[in-house]
């Protein structure tokens, strides 16, 4: 799951989902919008006072 991924690694989300999709063999994007669809879902956690920039690393 991409949750597990993002939490694991410290790598970038864009880096994350790309890899993601690629070994799930889905379009490019799809886990970028996995991961958008997490975040309302609570799902995910993020600061919302902060930022949410895809190419660096986040506190979850």
Same mark, same amino acid.
């Given at each position: =799951?991409?949750? @597990?991924?993002? &939490? +694991?690694?410290?790598?970038?989300?864009?880096? +994350?989902?790309? #890899?993601?999709?690629?070994?799930? !063999? =889905?379009?490019?994007?799809?886990? =970028?919008? &996995?991961?958008? !669809? %997490?975040?309302?879902?609570? $799902?995910?956690? #993020?600061? $919302?006072?902060?930022? %949410? +920039? @895809?190419?660096?690393? $986040? @506190? $979850?």
């Amino acid at each position: =799951m991409i949750a @597990v991924r993002i &939490l +694991n690694e410290c790598q970038s989300i864009r880096e +994350n989902t790309n #890899v993601f999709d690629k070994e799930t !063999h =889905m379009p490019l994007g799809s886990g =970028m919008k &996995l991961f958008y !669809h %997490l975040l309302p879902q609570k $799902i995910i956690r #993020v600061d $919302i006072l902060e930022l %949410l +920039n @895809v190419e660096q690393p $986040i @506190v $979850i």
